[in-house]
């Protein structure tokens, strides 16, 4: 059965790169391009998965996954943070934050598929 995914990243390719590879697994997408977008567009929708980049403007990843974390619907939902940040610190502070999994751009997107099927069964 085909799940939704909420894919934000500031970036217009990076965002169709990972709707391609998600959609090509046979799942849905809705996109943002901003934290606060994302909130936005989770009004009227329901993710299975949250897929973010952390460097963004008005609200970086790591503030968007506190945010998701505070609302009961998505206390438990997947949320991958994929960014080109690799510092440990870094990662700490996003698995503090609620974040489930960390993939560093560039990625393939075989890699983005296995990762995503150890959080979404089908």
Known sequence: MAKMFLIVDDSASMRQLIAFTIKDAGHEVLLAETGRE???KL???RADMVITDLNMPEMDGIELIRELRGMADYKFVPILMLTTESQVAKREEGRAAGASGWIVKPFS???LIDVVKKFIKE
Do not use: Q, S, T
Request: neutral net charge.
């Open 38 to 40: 994302a909130l936005e």
């Open 43 to 45: 009004k009227g929708a």
């Open 109 to 111: 997107p075989e890699k």
